[in-house]
């Protein structure tokens, strides 16, 4: 069964700029979970989605979206990109009410 | 607030050696804690979970145990390789589901396995 795919791998981008990043959760999970990581701060989340509606959210500002897709594929969206936007965004997923997560591999965000 | 902390940052041990990594919490009202690793550049790989009623899980080579009234859990490795190092990480999650169901990471120990 395939993992948990995110693409692109990497990006830059410029300040100001917004970027768009997607994920694929393994068949048949319906929940995703988005993170973002820095040296500075660790992993924090982002936001969860479950059946297409977000249902848990983190203490990042408005310039950080997302959405889920029938087929639960996820995207994120970050407007406005500031430097310390940079960092690796993760997504997993898992099935409805297990524990386990299934992260994926991975974005690197380089913001200049 | 929940705030998990890990101590030390990193560690460098000989092969073969037993360790214990630490993880303290300051909120004991956890529906779970799991044990993460995360190697260079990679995403997450699940080790352990331990839930709120559970002392220890073991997978293997690790064992995870849960002290939630002292706010700690301890991930032991037997017997390390140099395959383990890699960065470990725990998280503890609060409720089932639903709002305030998110994971709470600690920032990781990096573990360093010499030949």
């Known amino acids: 069964k395939a993992g948990v795919t995110q693409t692109p791998r990497y990006l830059i981008k410029t300040r100001g700029q917004q970027v768009t990043l997607s994920c694929s959760p393994i068949s048949g999970h319906r929940s995703v979970s988005w993170y973002q990581q820095t040296p500075g701060q660790g992993l924090q989340f982002l936001f969860e989605?479950?059946?297409?509606?977000?249902?848990n959210k983190g203490n990042f500002p408005g310039r950080f979206s997302g959405r889920q897709f029938s087929n639960s594929r996820s995207e994120m969206n970050v407007s406005t990109l500031e430097l310390g936007d940079s960092a690796l965004y993760l997504c997993?997923?898992?099935?409805?009410?297990?524990?386990?997560?299934?992260f994926g591999p991975g974005t690197r965000l380089l913001v200049l | 607030k929940q705030e998990v902390t890990q101590i030390p940052a990193a560690l460098s041990v000989p092969e073969g050696e037993n360790l214990v990594l630490n993880c303290s919490f300051t909120d004991s009202a956890i529906y779970n804690l799991q044990w993460f690793r995360q190697d260079p550049g990679k995403g997450l790989t699940s080790l352990l979970l331990i839930q709120s009623s559970q002392r220890e899980q073991t997978s293997g080579r690790l064992n995870a145990s849960l002290d939630k009234s002292s706010g700690r859990s301890t991930l032991y490795i037997a017997a390390s390789q140099p395959g383990d190092s890699a960065t470990y990480l725990c998280a503890v999650r609060r409720i089932a589901t639903g709002a305030n169901s998110k994971l709470t990471f600690g920032k990781g120990i990096t573990l360093s396995v010499r030949p």
């Open positions: 989605y479950f059946s297409e509606t977000q249902r």
């Open positions: 997993a997923s898992k099935l409805a009410g297990a524990e386990t997560q299934y």
